[in-house]
């Protein structure tokens, strides 16, 4: 699985950005997907994610402003944020999530997929 995320930029607070990232590969295998942001010299966290069952979940700090959405075949994921802040401000990574044979043998996570990352600033 490949991963191409785009849509960064930068906003002034209150503003949208709309982050879209494009899969490709074994995309069949695909079962949950999730937006994650890194902060300078801090670890990669979750934003978004979109779980095996459907259900989205979202960090504290986003919940209610940021939308996470992926077309029905997960080719393509997409995070939309709105009414956005100076601490958004990030390198934001797509994330896809694909079942492996340890997997289902209970031996091994997921296997996580990243996109290259892509900087978001909201700055007035």
């Known amino acids: 699985v490949q991963l191409q995320a785009s849509g960064g930029g930068s906003v002034q607070p209150g503003g949208s950005l709309r982050l879209s990232c494009t899969a490709s590969?074994?995309?069949?295998?695909?079962?949950?997907t999730g937006w994650y942001r890194q902060y300078p010299g801090k670890q990669r966290e979750l934003v978004a994610e979109?779980?095996?069952?459907?259900?989205?979940n979202y960090a504290d700090s986003v919940n209610g402003r940021f939308t996470i959405s992926e077309d029905s075949d997960r080719s393509r994921i997409y995070l939309q944020m709105d009414r956005m802040k100076p601490e958004d401000t990030a390198v934001y990574f797509c994330?896809?999530?694909?079942?492996?044979?340890?997997?289902?043998?209970?031996?091994?996570?997921?296997?996580?997929?990243w996109g290259q990352g892509t900087q978001v600033t909201v700055s007035s």
């Open positions: 590969g074994s995309i069949f295998s695909i079962i949950e």
């Open positions: 994330n896809a999530r694909a079942p492996s044979a340890a997997y289902y043998s209970g031996e091994a996570p997921l296997t996580n997929y």
């Open positions: 979109i779980r095996a069952n459907g259900r989205a």
